[in-house]
């Protein structure tokens, strides 16, 4: 079992930029994919980006492809979202969730554990 806590939200310009973190507890984080989802409000939770247990592979949602970049670093225990040229569209609360698979899902169905999330507004 795994336990994660996002932090790094917070109230930014468009433009701007802002890094997430997600901690994980336990001594297996290596043997979990990693997601990073977002939830508007009155949306459904949509897939950002996930990464490979390794960290060699990486996917994103089209909507942040090329502006955001997830990484992790498994002797940390910690996995990042770094968010460039930032929209008020990216405004919702994000999440990362742990899938204890090799697979890289971009369903929240595939993923068993996630964090409470952090809010990011981006204001015009």
């Known amino acids: 079992q795994v336990q994660l806590l996002e932090s790094g939200g917070g109230l930014v310009q468009a433009g701007g930029s802002l890094r997430l973190s997600c901690a994980a507890s336990?001594?297996?984080?290596?043997?979990?994919?990693m997601g990073w989802f977002r939830q508007a409000p009155g949306k459904e939770r949509e897939f950002v980006a996930t990464?490979?247990?390794?960290?060699?592979?990486?996917r994103y949602a089209d909507s942040v492809k090329g502006r955001f970049t997830i990484s992790r670093d498994n002797a940390k225990n910690t996995v990042y979202l770094q968010m460039n040229s930032l929209k008020p569209e990216d405004t919702a609360v994000y999440y990362c969730?742990?899938?204890?698979?090799?697979?890289?899902?971009?369903?929240?169905?595939?993923?068993?554990?996630w964090g409470q999330g952090t809010q990011v507004t981006v204001s015009s």
């Open positions: 969730a742990a899938a204890n698979s090799y697979y890289m899902g971009s369903y929240p169905y595939e993923y068993t554990y």
């Open positions: 336990g001594r297996t984080f290596s043997a979990y994919v």
């Open positions: 990464i490979s247990r390794s960290g060699s592979t990486r």
